[in-house]
Nanobody
Framework: QVQLVESGGGLVQAGGSLRLSCAASGSIFSINVMGWYRQAPGKQRELVAAITRGGRTNYVDFVKGRFTISRDNAKNTVYLQMNSLKPEDTAVYYC???????????????WGQGTQVIVSS
């Protein structure tokens, strides 16, 4: 069983910063890609950023230059540093991890419960 626990969301003013964390726990052998998605009311969930175990990153255009994804493989944790936040960044942010379980050779995706980010103008 794998659990992803997100933290770090909250209410901030436009231009402010937040750092989201997502820690994976359970019978984990390794984690390949980890990423952050977000979903605003009435909208589809969208990818924000992703990072491979080796540290290669990918960002959607609307967060490039403002957000930074990173990870600590030893802690099975992924972070999203969000700077210069805008009201349009308001959403529930979800952590995703492609997890290889101990004793099983095929990675599978897992999701966190989501953490709310509200950016006021």
């Amino acid at each position: 069983q794998v659990q992803l626990v997100e933290s770090g969301g909250g209410l901030v003013q436009a231009g402010g910063s937040l750092r989201l964390s997502c820690a994976a726990s359970g019978s984990i052998f390794s984690i390949n890609v980890m990423g952050w998605y977000r979903q605003a009311p009435g909208k589809q969930r969208e990818l924000v950023a992703a990072i491979t175990r080796g540290g290669r990153t990918n960002y959607v255009d609307f967060v490039k230059g403002r957000f930074t994804i990173s990870r600590d493989n030893a802690k099975n944790t992924v972070y999203l540093q969000m700077n210069s936040l805008k009201p349009e960044d308001t959403a529930v942010y979800y952590c995703n991890a492609d997890v290889l379980l101990r004793g099983w050779g095929t990675p599978a995706p897992y999701w966190g419960q989501g953490t709310q980010v509200i950016v006021s103008s």
